[in-house]
Every structure is written in structure tokens, then in C-alpha cells.
């Protein structure tokens, strides 16, 4: 007896669940898709701790694919997350809302979604991949989404679109930052494994229009560089810069020798090594006392070739400390041939966003009035 009234007390509990669960998935109003998910890239290789001359899988790239239930554009889309973050960056926000991929599946689109090479359901492999690092609470909520109470520049005063209040201890904030991984230190160990394994993902069900965010911004360069005609347009969300050196943040090292990335990209006339590039700064888009020196080529600029015919898309929020230097990166690629247009969100009546801009309170008004009309404008 005992048992069965406590079997119905759990029943009862299991229930209220389900209806709690239920209430929240309402306001999803996800879009009806079908998902897959496989990898790519893998390699095999005998280190010291495989035995008996077996190997093991290393290079791998886990890639999710979501079809909605009624296709409509000709493209899919690629969406390529930032350092310390996966793919789960676009498939709902922290707080539980439709996120990024619902939304372009809602307007017809297939979604390709991938955890890059050595992170989170990619695997890293010990003796093989490189040295990792984590992102700590304090530096997500002071760069990304609490920055309005850091003020480590000036127009993240202007910060109010996080849901929440950013910090440790905050349900969403939690759930955001328990979502951030190690990811290698190397971005140049990144980027070759990067430009290998999507770049085989891109032979396999290209053209795409690639969306890319802050580091993956250069491997949007390098990718339409070696894949120009599998690529139809490049979105990039705040894309790492400006060109060769770090900026805002001390220390200002220099970084991207090769302008915008940190391995080779074609350049005509074609350079043999990174001091090929003859380098000026541009005064007016520099300032010391925000940490920012801008880069570009002495006249007359290589060309970054096979990025010319790449429609390109760079996207700034208000209060992001890329919206010292985007401008700079803007001018880079401009200089060096690409057809590159430049949205400052303040600009178009979007305010109050930081660098993880599509999970935050705006971000389907930004896929929406930015993105999607990009795309629907460039690809006719
Ligand atoms: C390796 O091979 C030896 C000899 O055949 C065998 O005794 C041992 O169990 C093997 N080890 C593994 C991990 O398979
Ligand atoms: C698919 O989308 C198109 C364009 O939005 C619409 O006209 C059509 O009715 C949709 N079909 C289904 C089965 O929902
Ligand atoms: C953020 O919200 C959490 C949860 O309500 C609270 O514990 C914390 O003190 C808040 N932090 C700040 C800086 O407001
Ligand atoms: C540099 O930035 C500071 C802080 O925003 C500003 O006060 C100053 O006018 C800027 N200097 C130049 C030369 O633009």
C-alpha cells in the first residue's frame, strides 16, 4: 500500500513536469524539422598510449544537419560559432528561447551547425591536439554579457539587451556559461583543422551561405579563400581582429600575420611570407588611448583574390568592444578587393547589444532585419 501511494505521488510529480515542460516549450513554437548528425575530417594514428599497433580517430568535426519540413531556399546555411563556444550557440538562447536555427529553418532554410575540431562533441585527443584553455565567469560576463558593469570600453555603458543580469549565480548566466568549452590555444592549430575539416563538410554539401562569429570570422577569410565557389556569401558576426595585432585588451600583440589570418590566404600580387605584406597604419581609424591601431597595405594593396567574387556581410552591435575596430577589419578586406558591407547595428535602429548578439533579448529582430534581408537581398 505504502508503495503504491508513493508510486502515485511520483506519477503525480512526473506530471507536473511534463506540464511545467510542456508551458515552456510553448513559447518555443519550434519550427518541424528532421535532424542528422555525423563526422568529417578524421585521420587515424598510432601514439603512445594506443596499443598493439591500433590507432585511434583524431581531426574529427561533429556536424549537426536540420531540415525543416518545408525547404524553400536554394542554400543552406552554415553556421560556424566563436573561441569557447559549440554549436549549441544557435539552437536556442540560455534563457530558452527560439534561437537562430529555428528561426532561418522557420524561413525555409536547411542548418548545418558544427562544434569545431577538438571541442565539445569534437573530440580532443591527448598527445595529439594541442594545449586548451578555458574562458573564466569573470572574463565572459566582463567581455560578453555583462559589460555594462565592467566598462572596460567605453560604449559598453550602452549594453542592455542580455537577459538577466550576466553574472555567476544568475539562472541564464549559469546556463550560458556551463554551455562554454576548452578550446585549443593555438589559432593557428585551429585553423588548420578548420580549413581541413569544413572544407571537406563544404565538398560534400556545398554551396552554402557561411555565417561565421568572432574567431571563426577568420576562418569565414580562409575558407572562401580555398572553397570560393562553394561559398555564395560570407555573414560575418564581429569577426576576430583588426588586422596583425591584438587589439583593445593589453597586451597588443601582434597576431594574423598574414592581415586577417593567422595561416596563408592567396594574395595577388602572391606574397612568399608574411613580411611580403607592407604594412601603414590608418590614423583615423586608430586610438592609443582605446587600444586600437589600425592596419592596412601601402599602396598599392594585394588582393585577396578568391574572396572577390564572395558578397560579404560584417556585422558590429552597439556595445561590443568590436565596435572599436570592425571598422578597421572593413577597410582591410575593401582595400584588398573584397565586395564587403559594413552594418553597424546602432545604425539601423538596433541598440544595446554586445558581442553574443543573436542569443540575446533582440537577436530574431537582428537574424531578421539583418540577415535574413542580407541574404535574400545578395542571393536574389
Ligand atoms: C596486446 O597483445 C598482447 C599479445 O597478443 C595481448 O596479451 C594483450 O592483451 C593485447 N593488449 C590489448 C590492449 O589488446
Ligand atoms: C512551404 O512554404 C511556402 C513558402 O513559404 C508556402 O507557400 C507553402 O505553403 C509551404 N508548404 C507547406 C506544406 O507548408
Ligand atoms: C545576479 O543575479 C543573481 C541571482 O538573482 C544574484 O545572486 C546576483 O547577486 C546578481 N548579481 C549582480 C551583480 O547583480
Ligand atoms: C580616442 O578615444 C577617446 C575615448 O573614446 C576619445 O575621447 C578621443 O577623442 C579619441 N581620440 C581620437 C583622436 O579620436
Not at 551561405?209 to 561559398?231: A, N
Not at 586577417?260 to 601603414?280: A, F, N, Q, R, W
Request: hydrophobic letters at 40%.
Amino acid at each position: 500500500m505504502f508503495n503504491t501511494l508513493s508510486g502515485a505521488g511520483f506519477l503525480f510529480t512526473l506530471l507536473q513536469l511534463s506540464i511545467t515542460c510542456i508551458s515552456s516549450q510553448t513559447q518555443l513554437e519550434g519550427t518541424l524539422h528532421r535532424r542528422n548528425y555525423f563526422y568529417i575530417g578524421e585521420k587515424y594514428d598510432n601514439t603512445p598510449g594506443t596499443n598493439n599497433g591500433s590507432e585511434i580517430a583524431f581531426a574529427q568535426m561533429y556536424v549537426e544537419h536540420l531540415v525543416p519540413a518545408n525547404v524553400t531556399r536554394p542554400l543552406p546555411i552554415l553556421m560556424i560559432h566563436g573561441h569557447g563556444m559549440t554549436g549549441t550557440n544557435f539552437l536556442n538562447t540560455p534563457d530558452g528561447k527560439l534561437g537562430w536555427a529555428d528561426y532561418f529553418m522557420s524561413e525555409g532554410f536547411e542548418i548545418y551547425i558544427i562544434d569545431q575540431p577538438s571541442r565539445g562533441r569534437s573530440a580532443w585527443q591527448m598527445d595529439i591536439d594541442g594545449d586548451q584553455s578555458d574562458f573564466d565567469a569573470t572574463y565572459i560576463s566582463s567581455h560578453f554579457t555583462a559589460v555594462e558593469q565592467f566598462n572596460l570600453w567605453p560604449q559598453a555603458v550602452l549594453h542592455t539587451q542580455w537577459p538577466g543580469n550576466g553574472t555567476a549565480g544568475d539562472p541564464i548566466f549559469d546556463n550560458f556559461y556551463a554551455s562554454t568549452m576548452p578550446s585549443l590555444v593555438s589559432d593557428k592549430e585551429s585553423s588548420i583543422k578548420v580549413k581541413k575539416a569544413v572544407g571537406e563538410l563544404l565538398d560534400n554539401i556545398g554551396p552554402v551561405v557561411l555565417l561565421t562569429h568572432s574567431q571563426s570570422g577568420q576562418y569565414g577569410w580562409i575558407l572562401g579563400d580555398s572553397r570560393p565557389s562553394l561559398i555564395k556569401t560570407i555573414i560575418a558576426l564581429e569577426p576576430i581582429g583588426p588586422p596583425f595585432i591584438n587589439a583593445v585588451f593589453p597586451p597588443l600583440t601582434s597576431a594574423r600575420p598574414f592581415g586577417l589570418t593567422e595561416i596563408p590566404v592567396v594574395y595577388s600580387p602572391p606574397i612568399s611570407s608574411p613580411s611580403d605584406l607592407e604594412t601603414e597604419i590608418v590614423p583615423s581609424l586608430s586610438n592609443s588611448s582605446l587600444g586600437t591601431t589600425c592596419f592596412h597595405q601601402a599602396a598599392p594593396a594585394r588582393q585577396m583574390i578568391n574572396l572577390k567574387e564572395i558578397p560579404t556581410l560584417v556585422v558590429t552591435s552597439e556595445s561590443s568592444y568590436h565596435t572599436i575596430y570592425d571598422a578597421c577589419t572593413v577597410e582591410y578586406l575593401a582595400q584588398a578587393g573584397v565586395p564587403v558591407t559594413h552594418v553597424q547595428l546602432a545604425n539601423v535602429g538596433i541598440k544595446g547589444n554586445a558581442h553574443m548578439m543573436f542569443m540575446e533579448k533582440n537577436g530574431l529582430e537582428i537574424a531578421e532585419k539583418v540577415v535574413l534581408s542580407w541574404i535574400q537581398k545578395t542571393m536574389q
